[in-house]
């Protein structure tokens, strides 16, 4: 399937096109593009100065580069740029960095050539995906310029999954280097798409996340026999927040007719906060989620180009200004992954509760054999350490220190580095809450015998033992965990029946 772009793009557009979908764009938007490199061709011919155009970059803003050597400008802008280290980008994190870069570049302020534009939708229509190291932006850069190396024949590729040289792969997708005009290196590697189509994937995997943990939540909850009057909606309304009536929406309708909820009617006056509080939590986390994607949309319908080109070939405006710079966009990430981070070290203690016999109610953690057989005691032991590791993840980017470029630039906003570090924290959120969803179905096994299990719950239950059967210590656990990690990351959570 083909998204087209009118004005701007959405970041659930480019998640889709991460995933696979191909772009391409409206008659209007390829006339936006079009004159936009009339205008850059216009301030060529008459040799106005302008940044990037007939400048160098950075700290070398202001050294005049002669009209000869501007497509040799180009070209070594992104071979200098081109440094990036350490292991690749995943394929639909790359494919989602050129979406950004085409939407940005549709707005028609950059200056590009059609055919630059061309070439990059057909890396995503032909699966020519740019082997892009994952580290080294202190803001856009390198990720971007890896990229642009295959563009001129450098560099390397995977085209549908084979590796080769940036040349070879251009050659297997029907397509020539191209030779790079005035200011359409600086164009390549400028810009915010980098982080902006990495906060894309994220976004679409903190998503679903968070759907599973409201799910999981519940299967807990059941197991534990939790008091259901905290999340009476009348009560929760006394916080006022969506986030917080969706989750509670979502657990009532889940647990609606549990028999073992019934069950345990008035136990306890009230449960502990890492149960009573999924609401909250879990609540909260979705407002963020909800002020992040606004965000990140916002960024797609911005111009993020250094410099940005306006005004007409007759009339060109050419303006150097601080677009590229994404504040609000590393302060939604990181703000994204401080949410994230609270409500997975949340799933962990809940796990907790479920293993630990002085407060389970359950066999020893939750062994089916206890003394000879461990259970999930050391189960327990790994989602600490992901927890743990996601609160050293949780610290900001956004507010990170540098000096780049001779002084020219004295702040970074690190978007990327705020995107590169969500991600890493969804990694183990996901598999701290697939812990969880491991040690709930197994607490199952002891109480689906006393009541029956909710509608919801039980879809999840069954869910889960599609997967993995109940352990009893006779396999490796890293292989459920792995399993059942899996499976949040790439289905979306059971629906209530």
């Not at 301030?43 to 106005?48: N, S």
């Not at 006394?238 to 657990?251: C, E, F, Q, T, W």
Request: proline share 4%.
């Amino acid at each position: 399937m083909t998204i087209t772009i009118e004005t701007v793009l959405g970041w659930r557009d480019v998640a889709d096109v991460a995933e696979g979908k191909t772009l391409a764009l409206s008659q209007a938007a390829w006339d936006r593009v079009a004159n936009a490199s009339r205008i850059v061709e216009r301030i060529v011919e008459t040799g106005v100065r302008a940044y990037g155009i007939n400048t160098g970059v950075g700290a070398l803003s202001d050294t005049v580069v002669d009209r000869a050597s501007q497509s040799r400008l180009s070209r070594n802008i992104i071979l200098s740029h081109a440094c990036g280290v350490g292991e690749l980008l995943a394929p639909r994190e790359v494919r989602a960095i050129i979406a950004a870069q085409i939407a940005n570049f549709a707005h028609g302020h950059s200056g590009v050539r059609p055919e630059i534009v061309r070439h990059l939708a057909a890396f995503l229509e032909k699966d020519c995906i740019p082997d892009v190291p994952s580290k080294g932006s202190a803001g856009y850069l390198t990720h971007n310029a890896h990229s642009a190396l295959v563009l001129i024949g450098e560099g390397s590729a995977r085209v549908r999954g084979r590796s080769m040289s940036g040349l070879d792969a251009l050659t297997a997708i029907g397509l020539e280097p191209l030779v790079l005009g005035a200011k359409e290196g600086l164009s390549l590697v400028n810009g915010t798409a980098c982080a902006t189509g990495l906060a894309c994937v994220a976004l679409a995997r903190a998503e679903r996340l968070l759907d599973w943990a409201d799910a999981i939540a519940a299967l807990t909850l059941e197991a534990a026999g939790c008091q259901m009057a905290a999340f009476d909606e009348a009560v929760l309304a006394l916080r006022p927040s969506r986030g917080i009536a969706r989750v509670g929406a979502s657990l009532r309708a889940r647990l609606a007719g549990s028999g073992l909820i019934a069950a345990a009617f008035g136990k306890r006056t009230q449960d502990a906060l890492s149960l009573r509080s999924v609401p909250h939590a879990h609540g909260a986390a979705r407002d963020v989620f909800d002020a992040s994607a606004l965000v990140v949309d916002q960024e797609l319908a911005s111009v993020t180009d250094n410099p940005a080109v306006s005004g007409s070939p007759e009339e060109p405006v050419v303006s150097s200004e601080a677009h590229a710079v994404a504040p609000a966009l590393a302060q939604a990430a990181d703000s994204l992954a401080t949410a994230l981070a609270q409500i997975s070290a949340m799933s962990e203690r809940r796990t907790d509760r479920l293993v630990n016999p002085l407060v389970s109610g359950l066999p020893p953690f939750l062994a089916s054999d206890a003394g000879s057989n461990s259970g999930f005691m050391i189960a327990q032991y790994t989602a600490a350490a992901l927890a743990n590791e996601n609160r050293r993840l949780a610290a900001p980017a956004s507010t990170d220190g540098g000096i780049t470029s001779g002084l020219q630039e004295d702040f970074l906003a690190h978007p990327t580095a705020a995107a590169n570090k969500l991600l890493a924290l969804i990694d183990n959120a996901e598999y701290i809450l697939a812990i969880e969803l491991m040690a709930a179905a197994q607490a199952h096994e002891f109480v689906g015998d006393t009541a029956r299990r909710a509608a919801g719950t039980d879809a999840i239950h069954k869910t889960v033992r599609a997967v993995v059967s109940p352990y009893a210590d006779d396999r490796p656990l890293s292989r459920d965990i792995e399993a059942l990690r899996g499976l949040i990351r790439a289905a979306s959570a059971p629906a209530i029946p």
